[in-house]
């Protein structure tokens, strides 16, 4: 059975609002100057905690019984993810250097494809498992995040630098 969702952001807001059949979903609020956030899906709710410097994880809580659900591991070029929810392992990865088509997969199965505009895009679940789609879109988030912050560093050395 596939799920889609839609998500939708405005200029300056960080927050994804998460629509189904046009009605709202859930949300994804990430926190400002932080790699965490809070999201929520129909009965899900769901704080996403980044940790580390270099070696960044982010442990996945369900808020509802505070206890961990699973965690992102990141690759160092940033384009893929390994999540990890109790006895199950899925890969994320950006299916375009932009991050604007990515997918989630466990082995060969694609559990989640996604096609992102700059304030709005598509998510296509293929399972009944919503949780799925949120985590994808909060990797997407951390992911164009720390590119915006890559940018300001490299653009604040140039200035800089002249």
Known sequence: ???????????????????????????????????????????????????GLFNQKTEIIDLRTNLPLGEITYNTWKTKAVITLSNEVLEWKSLNWLNSKWGITKGDENLVSSWNRMLSGEVISYSDNPLYGLIGLFISEYFNRLSVAIFVVIFIIIIAGN
Not at 7 to 34: C, E, Q
Request: proline share 4%; hydrophobic share 40%; aromatic share 16%.
């Open 1 to 51: 059975m596939n799920i889609i969702f839609n998500w939708s952001k405005k200029w300056f807001i960080s927050r994804y609002d998460i629509y189904a059949d046009s009605k709202p979903v859930g949300n994804l609020i990430p926190k400002t100057f932080s790699n965490s956030a809070i999201g929520q899906i129909h009965n899900l709710d769901i704080h996403f905690e980044t940790r």
